[in-house]
């Protein structure tokens, strides 16, 4: 098969619909999956072959929708089908959850106790868990973590170089997040490409890189919570930690203060004062403007950390971009990729251009490595996560 022939292959278009070979044969009826962000719910409906039944987004303000509007969103759904069992998106589970679990009151208490390490996410996650129980009483509930997809990253991956007791007293690691996302994109560049070894960007509101061989996580960019690695909507990234103890020492800042500053205040915001990506590219094309600049540090971010995530698998066989600014940026898929031709990265600016939904090859003809824009469907990952859980528990 030709390389134009496998570019046709990949594109798809329309509706959302899950890849065949996504489906989990022996999973057990409908599942109502819950995304929920800081300032957002989705819900979603999904059939035991992962077609999207139906599905309702919700505004959260200060992380939790207006309970009536969800109770009245999940009775709809249900209305669409039975739902055989619900699968939650955490962002968090430590080092005590690193596959999805079923979730009963002590389940819950521990996620309690991992708001600290995500607080924009992690409440979220748990108003929506219980939200959702109220109003499906005794349809068992699964809690699927970003951070698990990571767990089995190898020691110097997930070590930081700090004193032993902070690593074995505190729990001090490398986490990594977004893993749903990198789970998905990763398994469906690998059947769309054959590729082994794949570069994935999740580029949204929150942003990270993983670095994927043979479907394995073996680095990531985000760590001990998801404020490091790439420039985010709201979110420094990485910065020097000698930067923020000046910042208490010399000029008096509270350890709340420099929380809020980095979750709330920084990144594009912090830039350019906004965190929406459109304008950032509208006023971009202004030279010597804030978010020329503000685009500049972010590509820059971007191409050293896929570099990084190159150099951790020995080479890239596929570069996957992902997420809201992945999927619908092309100035930030062609800046990218600008840089990253000493990779064998290149892409059909056209093809890219082009891209409205669903997936795409947009490597440039004889490219060395491919490159694909990818739907984000973390509702299919938490989907197959969900229905693995349920014959255990009815096995137990």
Request: aromatic share 4%; charged share 20%; glycine share 10%.
């Amino acid at each position: 098969m030709t390389r134009a022939t496998d570019q046709a292959g990949v594109a798809t278009a329309g509706a959302p619909s899950a890849p065949a070979s996504a489906v989990s044969p022996d999973g057990p009826g409908n599942v109502l999956v819950v995304n929920a962000g800081s300032s957002s719910v989705k819900l979603r409906l999904l059939a035991p072959d992962d077609q999207v039944l139906a599905a309702h987004d919700l505004r959260a303000a200060a992380g939790r929708p207006d309970p009536d509007e969800l109770e009245r969103a999940v009775e709809e759904l249900a209305h669409a089908g039975e739902v055989a069992i619900t699968g939650h998106r955490v962002v968090h589970g430590g080092s005590v959850f690193t596959d999805p679990v079923l979730v009963d009151d002590e389940v819950e208490g521990q996620l309690r106790a991992l708001v600290p390490l995500a607080p924009l996410h992690q409440p979220a996650a748990l108003a929506a868990l219980a939200d959702v129980s109220a109003v499906l009483p005794g349809v068992p509930r699964v809690a699927c973590f970003d951070t698990a997809f990571h767990a089995r990253m190898p020691p110097e991956a997930v070590t930081y170089a700090v004193p032993a007791r902070w690593r074995e007293e505190y729990g001090v690691r490398r986490y990594g997040f977004h893993g749903l996302s990198h789970a998905y994109a990763s398994r469906r560049a690998a059947e769309l490409t054959g590729a082994r070894r794949v570069v994935t960007a999740h580029l949204g509101s929150g942003a990270s890189l993983a670095a994927v061989r043979d479907g394995v996580s073996v680095d990531t960019t985000m760590g001990f919570t998801p404020l490091e690695g790439m420039v985010m909507a709201t979110r420094s990234g990485t910065v020097d930690p000698g930067l923020l103890l000046w910042l208490q020492t010399e000029q008096g800042m509270s350890a709340e203060e420099l929380t809020d500053a980095l979750f709330h205040h920084s990144g594009m915001t912090g830039l350019v004062g906004s965190a929406d990506m459109r304008a950032v590219l509208e006023g971009a094309r202004r030279p010597g403007s804030p978010e020329a600049l503000g685009l500049a540090v972010y590509l820059h971010r971007l191409r050293a950390e896929t570099a990084a995530m190159a150099a951790a698998l020995g080479g890239m066989d596929a570069l996957v971009l992902t997420g809201g600014v992945g999927e619908h940026a092309a100035p930030v898929r062609s800046g990218a990729a600008a840089g990253l031709g000493f990779l064998g990265v290149a892409i059909d600016e056209a093809r890219s251009d082009s891209y409205q939904r669903g997936d795409l090859e947009i490597s440039a003809p004889g490219a060395p490595v491919r490159t694909l824009v990818i739907e984000a469907r973390e509702d299919i990952e938490i989907a197959r996560a969900a229905r693995a859980c349920l014959p255990a528990r009815a096995g137990g």
